[in-house]
């Protein structure tokens, strides 16, 4: 008679484990529900300053006012259709011009080392070193924010596609070229396919840098724009109003990705 051998994590996994693994969006709500409460007892309890971290209440407050009433003249929905209007136009001219780059780069050698060390070189420069020359050429309107969040997301974007591209097995090129493909049938039906999931991570990451450098591309001459509203509130250490619009970002940002991949379902149905 062969004795009960006890449950482990190496051998086997327990029920408990079982169970966690099967429910990651309740792992994901009750992780986001325990920040909350953290925010919640640090604000009831006055560890922190109000001045400096004000409450959930407060911030929900704040944000319900300047939905309603606005801030400095334009109201939240006016302040986020700003921002999103000059992430998307920015984000948008990056993919139009880093895509096909990307691809020439993957394909050609050649290419690649003479557009490479231009890309190495600015993409890791600061925005607001970057900015100051931006605004010096473009001036102050919106051409030098358009054109300081388009070089933000375009190094991501060059350099996924080009490793994506880059990496495909020859043996997919070879199997469409002896039935008689040629290089716009390569390029629609065999490097982009096989490219596409690198490239839309690249581009994933690449709107989150965007993301990053939207307060530094609306502190000079804006009027309107969550990042905008971020900085001219922390001039007046209105923290709530700083947190709200931070809030804002995050979600907006969470809800654009989430649109994201689900075009990338749905255009590249063979990645499930």
């Given at each position: 008679m062969r004795a009960a051998v006890p449950e482990t994590i190496g051998s086997r996994p327990t029920s408990w484990a079982l169970r966690l693994r099967a429910t990651p969006g309740v792992i994901s709500v009750a992780s986001s529900a325990l920040l909350l409460l953290a925010w919640f007892a640090l604000a009831w309890t006055e560890l922190a300053n109000p001045l400096f971290l004000p409450g959930p209440v407060q911030v929900a407050a704040k944000l319900y006012e300047i939905a309603v009433?606005?801030?400095?003249?334009?109201?939240?929905a006016e302040h986020l259709a700003t921002s999103l209007g000059r992430i998307l136009a920015g984000f948008g001219l990056a993919c139009a011009v880093g895509i096909p780059l990307g691809v020439m780069m993957g394909l050609s050698r050649n290419v690649q080392a003479?557009?490479?060390?231009?890309?190495?070189?600015?993409?890791?420069?600061?925005?607001?070193?970057l900015?100051?020359?931006?605004?010096?050429?473009?001036?102050?309107?919106?051409?030098?924010?358009?054109?300081?969040l388009f070089l933000a997301g375009l190094p991501g974007i060059i350099i996924s596609t080009t490793q994506a591209v880059s990496s495909?097995?020859?043996?997919?090129?070879?199997?469409?070229?002896s039935l008689g493909a040629g290089q716009r049938a390569l390029f629609w039906h065999v490097f982009l396919p096989a490219a596409g999931p690198t490239i839309?991570?690249?581009?994933?990451?690449?709107?989150?840098?965007?993301?990053?450098?939207l307060v530094a591309a609306e502190i000079v001459a804006a009027s309107a724009g969550i990042g905008w509203m971020i900085w001219d509130a922390a001039k007046?250490?209105?923290?709530?109003?700083?947190i709200g619009g931070l809030f804002v970002l995050g979600l907006t940002g969470v809800a654009l990705d989430f649109l994201m991949r689900v075009l990338g379902r749905l255009l590249m149905p063979w990645t499930r």
């Open positions: 009433e606005g801030y400095q003249g334009a109201t939240l003479a557009l490479n060390p231009m890309i190495e070189f600015y993409r890791p420069l600061p925005p607001l070193g900015y100051t020359v931006l605004v010096m050429w473009l001036g102050i309107g919106e051409a030098s924010k358009l054109a300081l495909i097995d020859l043996i997919y090129t070879r199997a469409a070229r839309l991570t690249g581009m994933r990451i690449s709107l989150g840098f965007t993301y990053t450098v007046f250490l209105l923290s709530d109003v700083v």
